[in-house]
T-cell receptor, first 115, second 114 residues
Framework: EPEVTQTPSHQVTQMGQEVILRCVPI?????FYWYRQILGQKVEFLVS????????KSEIFDDQFSVERPDGSNFTLKIRSTKLEDSAMYFC?????????????FGDGTRLSIL | AQTVTQSQPEMSVQEAETVTLSCTYD???????LFWYKQPPSRQMILVIR??????QNATENRFSVNFQKAAKSFSLKISDSQLGDAAMYFC???????????FGTGTRLKVLA
């Protein structure tokens, strides 16, 4: 069964550095998402992306964050200047076109640790 | 505001027994979907079961079933014949066609006792 793949599985970065989290959604999916889960807390929506633009973003997704689909297969989340509170598990997800009739397929997540 | 509430931070069940995890939600939408996701220690998010709000019949997937009470805005998950591999965090999630995001509850940690 096709899967959403995320790399790296664990990223350790110094505070203030830029980090890029990578995701390869399922190939025929059209909607892409990033979620964040701070340790011990619930999963929170960050951003959704369709047709090469952001569909919706949460309050968490401030100017430090950006997303892009640079080559038609990868879907990346960039944090420009990381803070300690950015330490979390980041999940990528994707759905086919009929978004509300299909469950989102999640990747295994990237654990981001900011030192 | 759309919210999802899981009032049980932790539950325990004996192996082979049945356990029910609770979830309530608040919405003014009529067309929405509800999901249960399982998150084992590896922290993957695994879809367990989903329910379309327009369907009156409760969804079932093998040992997993839901009790969907639309008027009460309640969506509980029943796990029958619990197995050690069922031990995980379980998240209830709400999704509406009016938005492009899941709203998750705070999760219930399920422990399965041998």
């Amino acid at each position: 069964e096709p899967e959403v793949t995320q790399t790296p599985s664990h990223q350790v970065t110094q505070m203030g550095q830029e980090v890029i989290l990578r995701c390869v959604p399922i190939s025929n999916h059209l909607y892409f998402y990033w979620y964040r889960q701070i340790l011990g807390q619930k999963v929170e929506f960050l951003v959704s992306f369709y047709n090469n633009e952001i569909s919706e973003k949460s309050e968490i997704f401030d100017d430090q964050f950006s997303v892009e689909r640079p080559d038609g297969s990868n879907f990346t989340l960039k944090i420009r200047s990381t803070k300690l509170e950015d330490s979390a598990m980041y999940f990528c997800a994707s759905t086919p076109g009929q978004v509300f009739r299909q469950p989102q397929h999640f990747g295994d997540g990237t654990r981001l640790s900011i030192l | 505001a759309q919210t999802v509430t899981q009032s049980q931070p932790e539950m325990s069940v004996q192996e082979a027994e049945t356990v029910t995890l609770s979830c309530t939600y608040d919405t003014s939408e009529s067309d929405y979907y509800l999901f249960w996701y399982k998150q084992p220690p590896s922290r993957q998010m695994i879809l367990v079961i989903r329910q379309e709000a327009y369907k009156q019949q409760n969804a079932t997937e093998n040992r997993f079933s839901v009790n969907f009470q639309k008027a009460a805005k309640s969506f509980s998950l029943k796990i029958s014949d619990s197995q050690l591999g069922d031990a995980a965090m379980y998240f209830c999630a709400y999704f509406t066609s009016g938005t492009y995001k899941y709203i998750f509850g705070t999760g219930t940690r399920l422990k399965v006792l041998a």
